[in-house]
T-cell receptor, first 113, second 112 residues
Framework: EPEVTQTPSHQVTQMGQEVILRCVPI?????FYWYRQILGQKVEFLVS????????KSEIFDDQFSVERPDGSNFTLKIRSTKLEDSAMYFCASSPTGAREQYFGPGTRLTVT | KNEVEQSPQNLTAQEGEFITINCSYS?????LHWLQQHPGGGIVSLFM???GKKKHGRLIATINIQEKHSSLHITASHPRDSAVYIC??????????????FGKGTKLTVNP
């Protein structure tokens, strides 16, 4: 069964460094999402992406964040200058349409030291 | 006030018991999702519903749009059902787009 994959599974970085989290959505899906979950807290929406542009973003998704679909298969989340409070699990998800179930990747645990 | 409230926060049951997890929401929605988060962190979609009831194996999800309430039931619970169950609603935003808004989750432990 097709699945969403994410790399790396765990990323450790120093404050102020740039990180890129990578996701490969299911191949025929058109809608892509990033979520984050700070340890012990609820999952939070970051951004949705369709037709090569952002369709919705949350107040968390400020200028430090960007998303890209560089080559038609990967979907990346970049954090330009990481802060301690960016430490969280980041989940990518994809959906065939905006009205269907979302399929989640296994997550990338980001630790900012 | 949270837009999505789940109860209970924690639930411990004995194997074989019937489980009910509740979700109430305060925003306009186009659909409601029930998700399962495993101890390792992975998230699996269980149901997406916008009306009525859905059943998959021992899991049943219901939604009452008028009352803005949904329930997830597990029949004949088993220790492998132990996980965090998350309710998330697809909420309309200005401009016509939608986003998922999540509840805090219900941690279920089923003892043998």
């Amino acid at each position: 069964e097709p699945e969403v994959t994410q790399t790396p599974s765990h990323q450790v970085t120093q404050m102020g460094q740039e990180v890129i989290l990578r996701c490969v959505p299911i191949s025929n899906h058109l809608y892509f999402y990033w979520y984050r979950q700070i340890l012990g807290q609820k999952v939070e929406f970051l951004v949705s992406f369709y037709n090569n542009e952002i369709s919705e973003k949350s107040e968390i998704f400020d200028d430090q964040f960007s998303v890209e679909r560089p080559d038609g298969s990967n979907f990346t989340l970049k954090i330009r200058s990481t802060k301690l409070e960016d430490s969280a699990m980041y989940f990518c998800a994809s959906s065939p349409t905006g009205a269907r179930e979302q399929y989640f990747g296994p997550g990338t645990r980001l630790t900012v030291t | 006030k949270n837009e999505v409230e789940q109860s209970p926060q924690n639930l411990t049951a004995q194997e074989g018991e019937f489980i009910t997890i509740n979700c109430s929401y305060s925003v306009g929605i186009s659909a409601l999702h029930w998700l399962q988060q495993h101890p390792g962190g992975g998230i699996v979609s269980l149901f997406m519903l916008s009306s009525g009831k859905k059943k998959h194996g021992r899991l049943i999800a219901t939604i009452n749009i008028q009352e803005k309430h949904s329930s997830l039931h597990i029949t004949a619970s088993h220790p492998r059902d132990s996980a965090v169950y998350i309710c998330a609603v697809r909420s309309w935003q200005r401009g016509g787009s939608e986003k998922l808004v999540f509840g805090k989750g219900t941690k279920l432990t089923v003892n043998p």
